[in-house]
């Protein structure tokens, strides 16, 4: 029986640690992509994954991925949860910062979902899922270095969830309206309020909540916030 693969691009030690953690326990083989994989040995000998060093924003380094990925298994499930933040007001944003933002947020989202889903037209099922921001859908003063490639982001996947669901692949995009708890953000767990802040290991749920969606009721968005977080 082939082993169901699960492709993690952007890996740190947040969100991505929680879903490699979580995706380890229910049976998948887990694939973590990130330029600097030295960072992963504990995550790695803690879930048996792999990790393949990545530049999401250059084709041949993703396609190195997804090839690596294919010696593991059948890719079953990709990731896309990589970003860089451009801060700054408009007048000071340096160019090359924010090309840098757009090459990895927007560009690199389209390489990963491009090489997941050839493998999954083949296969003919599986999802995609790329990860948002409240910036993916209302600019703030000094975020257009952040909402750009947000903004790109969700309209790739709104383009790719209408072509590729009628070929059984689920194509998603998750809006994570907060902050996410991260010790090394200092955002504890520990908050006043309690879970001021989303937990990381409950938004890893969600993902794989909707990649086990039936395909009569998919959903090609969904916005996450802590309790306490305004509309």
């Keep these: 029986m082939t082993t169901d693969v699960a492709v993690i691009a952007g890996a740190g030690p947040g969100l991505s640690a929680s879903l490699?953690?979580?995706?380890?326990?229910?049976?998948?083989?887990?694939?973590?992509?990130?330029?600097?994989?030295?960072?992963?040995?504990?995550?790695?000998?803690?879930?048996?994954?792999?990790?393949?060093?990545?530049?999401?924003?250059?084709?041949?380094?993703?396609?190195?991925?997804?090839?690596?990925?294919?010696?593991?298994?059948?890719?079953?499930?990709?990731?896309?949860?990589?970003?860089?933040?451009?801060?700054?007001?408009?007048?000071?944003?340096?160019?090359?910062?924010?090309?840098?933002?757009?090459?990895?947020?927007?560009?690199?989202?389209?390489?990963?979902?491009?090489?997941?889903?050839?493998?999954?037209?083949?296969?003919?099922?599986?999802?995609?899922?790329?990860?948002?921001a409240t910036a993916s859908v209302k600019g703030f003063p000094g975020s257009a270095g952040f909402a750009m490639p947000k903004f790109g982001l969700r309209g790739l996947v709104q383009s790719m969830a209408r072509e590729l669901a009628p070929k059984h692949i689920h194509v998603a995009h998750f809006i994570i309206d907060g902050g996410i708890a991260s010790e090394a953000t200092g955002r504890s767990a520990v908050s006043d309020p309690p879970d001021r802040f989303l937990s990381p290991d409950a938004i890893a749920v969600a993902y794989l909540a909707i990649h086990r969606q039936h395909r009569s009721a998919w959903t090609w968005e969904l916005e996450l916030r802590p309790w306490v977080e305004t509309f």
């Design 20 to 132: 490699a953690r979580l995706l380890s326990r229910e049976g998948f083989r887990v694939v973590l992509a990130a330029r600097n994989v030295d960072k992963l040995g504990p995550l790695l000998a803690e879930t048996g994954a792999q990790a393949v060093a990545t530049d999401v924003s250059d084709a041949v380094s993703v396609a190195n991925l997804f090839d690596v990925a294919d010696s593991a298994g059948s890719l079953a499930l990709a990731v896309f949860n990589a970003g860089v933040r451009a801060r700054g007001s408009i007048a000071d944003l340096d160019a090359e910062e924010v090309k840098k933002a757009l090459l990895i947020g927007a560009y690199g989202g389209f390489l990963v979902g491009q090489q997941a889903a050839r493998r999954l037209l083949a296969r003919g099922s599986g999802s995609i899922l790329f990860t948002g």
